[in-house]
């Protein structure tokens, strides 16, 4: 298994089991061989997703035909990692990302590799274009604005 399968398993198990994050890192961390760099990249992609649900969630919907809720917990996942690395990580190329995800849902969601690719190829071609919600009127972007860039 490498970085992003490892990833998909946690952040799959958090969302299946209602886990901890943290235990579940700990655990994977402290029963399979990884190396320093790969468990960086996990944390990174576990925390990073979970961390931006609602924003990555948010940014997906505007190119997905399919709605959140109505997507397997793998191909939700799938999407939220990629659209985390398009947009949160600048030293993974989008091409790597776009095909990292594709190989991921081959595995986990082979039916939904296509509608995986779709998605994150347009994310990746408009990622400057995106319409964040307005922080002054929107629910959502009431609730990302004070909870994601207050600090900033």
């Known amino acids: 298994m490498n970085s992003r399968d490892i990833s998909l398993s946690i952040l ?3 969302d299946y089991d209602k886990a901890y994050v943290n235990k579940l890192l700990a655990d994977t961390f402290k029963n399979k ?6 468990k960086g990249l996990i944390n990174e992609l576990v925390l990073g997703s979970i961390e931006n649900r609602y924003l990555l969630d948010f940014i997906i919907s505007q190119f997905s035909k399919i709605k959140i ?3 397997s917990v793998s191909v939700r996942n799938i999407l939220e990692m990629g659209t985390y690395q398009l947009l949160f990580l600048d030293k993974i190329p989008d091409s790597a990302v ?7 849902a081959k595995k986990y969601a082979n039916r939904s590799s296509g509608f995986i690719n779709a998605v994150l190829r347009n994310i ?6 995106i319409k964040y919600p307005d922080k002054t009127e929107d629910k ?11 600090n900033g």
């Open 12 to 14: 799959n198990k958090y």
């Open 33 to 38: 061989n990884i190396d320093n760099k790969d």
């Open 69 to 71: 809720k109505k997507m």
């Open 98 to 104: 776009c095909n990292e995800s594709v190989k991921l």
């Open 124 to 129: 990746s071609r408009n990622k400057y274009n």
């Open 140 to 150: 959502i972007g009431i609730f990302l604005y004070t909870t994601h860039f207050q």
